[in-house]
């Protein structure tokens, strides 16, 4: 079968009999479409009694709210590759189904254009008459054509079959037909709201996010405030460095909601605090809280009052449960999660290096103090690669009789020695510490010396045979080594546990340890160069498993180069 890009799944199943049924459902859109799958809801569309059928709006029930979650939920369980997005432009409340006073009595006056044009719609219908098949597949092509704007050359797929098969794969039987009874039909209408808000970080929208958004869509008549963490509000996140932008996250969102309701007035602000806007605007009637952010909910309020404007309505959606999480990551979906697993894996493509030999491929690794870059080194030297260690190297450059001993000597005087004339690394310290001027004039001298003794450590490993070289190097990035490497790799962990190693390992007072951090780039400014990042925040059997995943691509992408 083709794949496409981009698909519309029209549902045609009354709702409450789709809640045990989107699983296959999905399953069999998947093996169809490969980027973005849309979701149109429209229960009881008949494909097959020869008139062409119209959408029509349908009302906002509970049945509805169930099956979003559930559609999500399990789109990350059996597709999680797939950007699935349920559209809501046919979905309004009954009290406003009348065609007067300005308001449509169709969803679709006009086609709608989506972000992502459908090349191929899909269905659930059930087709009895497998005669019927080419005349269903039209209708179905006319039908998305009127709701939206697709490719001209749509194609289309009856998963009725398909289904049929996978549920009898499944088990089906007995036990589905069991939850499909048990599954009782809820047609109670939701209350709605002119204006609802949301808050949240929305990085790399997932499931979770995609459930509060939809349901707040859905509850949302008028306006859709959503306020957005900024930079005060990511510094307790979990791999911070890791989370997009927040001009990319507002972009994504918007995108996102443009596509599922176009009709709601959509409001998207920084957060900078817990609050935002959502205590001062006195429009605002409703906010969507989880279970996890409910006491957020009511500390809105309580500010709310003490600001003489009425209380929310704090409605609650579920916590969908991650069934792909391991032991160090949250049970529930999480960015933190996806950040997590975005560790060892190639986050950016390796620059042009072809002025380097492709073997050894050199990895170039760094890290702030106490990021863990030197266990990692050797974790990775465990498994193969020739570790190239630029500190050593580097007290190999003050020895009498070099170059730059007679240069450091020169720069900075003989009182920088020891009696047996070899340099006193303290003294020397004393000299460039806080005098920034003066800690270049030793840089100058002594990284570009380092630099050549990495690249004949790296020759020699190429005369050896070696496929890999591990450069360890805290000033890979200032010292601009990134010529002489195939790929950057950072380790990180946040700035209270590098103090906390620092001091324990070098005695130093945790103000000590800060001012060395701060003398050093920064996380963010060092994962702004990193193709790799890593992080020993966790457990040493956590690291294990980064190293090896990092590892194991590795071997991937050199293989490719041949």
Known sequence: MSMFSTG??????????????????????????????????????N??????????????????????????SNAADVCGHLDVRVLLTNV??????????????????????????????????????????????????????????????????????????????EGAGQEKEEELESCKEQTETLETYNDVVVGGTFDRLHGAHKTLLNISCLLANRRFLIGVCDE???????????IE??????????????????????????????????????????????????????????????????????????????VHHTDAEEEKISSSSLRSRLLGTLLTAPKDTSHLAPIPYVIGLTGSSGSGKSSIAKRLEALGAVRIDSDKLGHETYLPGTAAYYRVVDEFGSDILNEDKTINR??????VFG???????????????????????????????????????????????????????????PEEEAVLRITERDGVTAEDALKRLHSQWSNARQVEHANVVLSTLWEPEVTQKQVLKAWNLLQKRIISTY
Not at 47 to 57: C, I, K, M
Not at 282 to 309: M, P
Not at 426 to 431: E, S, V
């Open 47 to 72: 494909l097959g009694n020869g008139s062409q059928p119209r959408p029509v709006f349908i009302p906002p029930v509970v049945d509805l709210s169930n099956l979003i979650t559930r559609l999500y």
């Open 426 to 431: 303290q003294a020397l310290g004393k000299k």
């Open 92 to 169: 309004r409340a009954q009290t406003a189904t009348s065609s007067r006073g300005g308001i449509p009595s169709c969803p679709f006056p006009t086609p709608q254009p989506l972000s992502h044009s459908p090349e191929v719609v899909l269905t659930d219908f059930p087709l009895q008459d497998p005669g019927q098949s080419s005349l269903v597949k039209q209708c179905l092509q006319r039908y998305a054509g009127h709701c939206y704007v697709c490719s001209p050359h749509l194609a289309s797929v009856l998963l009725y079959p398909q289904l049929m098969k996978l549920q009898n794969e």
């Open 245 to 322: 932008p927040y001009s990319l996250r507002v972009q994504r969102l918007q995108e996102f909601l443009q596509d599922v309701k176009p009709s709601l007035q959509v409001e998207i602000v920084p957060l900078d605090d817990p609050f935002g806007s959502s205590v001062v605007d006195a429009q605002l009637q409703c906010i969507v809280v989880s279970e996890e952010t409910k006491r957020g909910g009511e500390a809105v309020n309580k500010r709310r009052i003490e600001n003489g404007l009425p209380v929310l309505v704090l409605h609650e959606i579920q916590l969908l449960k991650d």
């Open 435 to 493: 005098n920034k001027e003066r800690l270049k004039a030793l840089t100058d001298i002594v990284w570009p010396e380092i630099a050549l003794l990495v690249k004949k450590r790296i020759l020699q490993a190429k005369e050896e045979g070696k496929q890999v070289c591990v450069v360890d190097a805290a000033v890979l990035l200032e010292a601009g080594w990134t010529d002489m490497v195939h790929e950057v790799w950072v380790t990180l962990i």
């Open 8 to 45: 519309i799944l029209v549902l045609t199943s009354p709702l409450h009999t789709l809640l045990p049924r989107i699983a296959p459902v999905l399953s069999s859109a998947a093996q169809v479409v490969e980027r973005t799958l849309y979701v149109h809801l429209q229960p009881g569309l």
């Open 232 to 242: 005060e509000m990511l510094k307790k996140k979990v791999l911070k460095e890791l």
